[in-house]
């Protein structure tokens, strides 16, 4: 079945006791015994889990190609599930621009637990071969990358790690299942902020992994979520569910938006450079053309005059709203080394958007306002 079949119909059928064909949301937290005192559907207590929940990870596990899928109640808490499943003295590789969250999970919470970690440029795989140790038992991937959008070779480093008797994460969310399959690509477990592009309407918290086998590691992973106790919601898991349906649709919107996009600002007087990997001239082009069907709704600029033009912009533009996070149906804009702090490596100029299913004719009128008015108070 193609994925469109899969967003539509995968975790989906009416309701057994109704008839309803969208499902209600169980709305209990614990569920009774028969008379032998057994459980007839298998759920005890909602923290272990859900009806809503149980149909959530059917349609991701198939969304992804995988086995099993794990919901959790935020992708950090799916990202934290991942570290806490190793031991101490293991040693991770992550990207030196993974999602700040990731970075410095890693850093602040699991180093003091004793999980060391080393973060290397990883669209370079010899970066990442040479950061290989004895105790490397994990690799993470995010790709596009946050917010310059450098592409990994997702099947070149995922070798890399197996042959380092390594598992392999990828951080799927910017790219979604739409546009990049990474257990196809030979990573061992994919794991999505559903907050972004999966919900996709700005409106819920929510996080995933999904697996390729219902494995040892599988099950510590599912331990993990169900003392961990980030479990999300039944109304979370709904309007997640609800999101799904229309991923593959919003995507295409969000993709030929974004190209729209790229391709006005790359030829524009008050831009520098423009990250998307959907430009011919864009350093990761190459492999995201191999890796991926389409090249996202992300992209990123860098304005000429650093971060006071940057910060201009922001002030005139009336479509964009300025504020974090991604993936819904509004385009947003964002200066990321404002919100990085004074150790950002961010370029000062570089702004990251988000791009929306409004026109493309809208969007790239008020970029144009907004970069020009802001070239004109500059001068
Ligand atoms: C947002 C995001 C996360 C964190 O997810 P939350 O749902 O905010 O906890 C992790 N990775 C990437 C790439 C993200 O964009």
């Known amino acids: 079945m193609r ?3 899969l967003t539509v119909h995968a975790g989906h059928q009416p309701d057994p006791a109704t008839g309803a064909v969208t499902p209600p949301i169980y709305l209990t937290t614990t569920f009774a015994r028969d008379a032998k005192g057994e459980l007839p559907h298998g759920f005890i207590y909602a923290r272990s889990d859900n009806p809503n929940r149980r149909d959530l990870e059917r349609a991701l596990a198939a969304l992804e190609g995988g086995e099993t899928a794990l919901a959790f109640a935020s992708g950090m808490a799916a990202t934290a599930a991942v570290f806490q499943s190793m031991l101490p003295g293991e040693h991770v590789i992550a990207p030196q621009d993974a999602y700040y969250g990731t970075a410095k999970l890693l850093r602040e919470v699991m180093g003091g637990w004793g999980l060391a970690s080393t973060l290397v440029d990883m669209t370079d795989p010899h970066a ?12 993470w991937i995010e790709t596009p990358s946050n917010p310059t959008l450098a592409v990994t070779d997702i099947a070149r480093v995922a070798a890399i790690a197996r042959a380092a008797g390594a598992r392999c994460v990828c951080d799927n969310t910017w790219a979604t299942p739409l546009l990049q399959r990474p257990l196809a690509l030979g990573c061992d477990v994919v794991m999505h902020s559903t907050t972004k592009y999966l919900g996709g309407h700005s409106d819920l918290t929510g996080g995933a992994l999904v697996l390729p086998a219902d494995d040892e590691w599988a099950a510590r992973l599912r331990t993990q979520q169900q003392l961990g106790g980030g ?3 039944a109304f979370d898991c709904w309007l997640l569910m609800r999101g799904i349906r229309s991923l593959a649709w ?3 919107g969000h993709c030929e938006n974004a190209a729209r996009v790229a391709g006005f ?14 430009l011919a001239s864009d350093p990761g082009h190459a492999v995201a053309a191999r890796q991926m069907t389409a090249f996202g709704g992300m992209l990123s600029v860098e304005v000429k005059g650093g971060a006071p033009a940057a910060l201009e912009v ?4 009336r479509l964009f709203t300025p504020a974090t996070s991604l993936g819904g149906t509004e385009s947003l804009i964002e200066h990321r080394a404002s919100v990085e702090g004074p150790d950002s490596l961010t370029p000062p100029g570089l702004l990251r958007l988000s791009i929306g299913l409004e026109h493309a004719d809208d969007l790239i009128g008020d970029l144009d306002q907004a970069l020009r008015g802001a070239a004109a108070t500059r001068s």
Do not use: K
């Open 231 to 233: 479990v999300p919601s």
């Open 3 to 5: 994925i469109e079949t």
């Open 250 to 252: 919003r995507m295409r």
């Open 128 to 139: 990442v071969a040479r950061a290989v140790t004895p105790h490397t038992r994990l690799v």
């Open 265 to 278: 600002l790359a030829t524009h007087a008050a831009v520098d450079v423009v990250h998307y990997p959907g």
């Open 314 to 317: 922001v002030r005139r533009v």
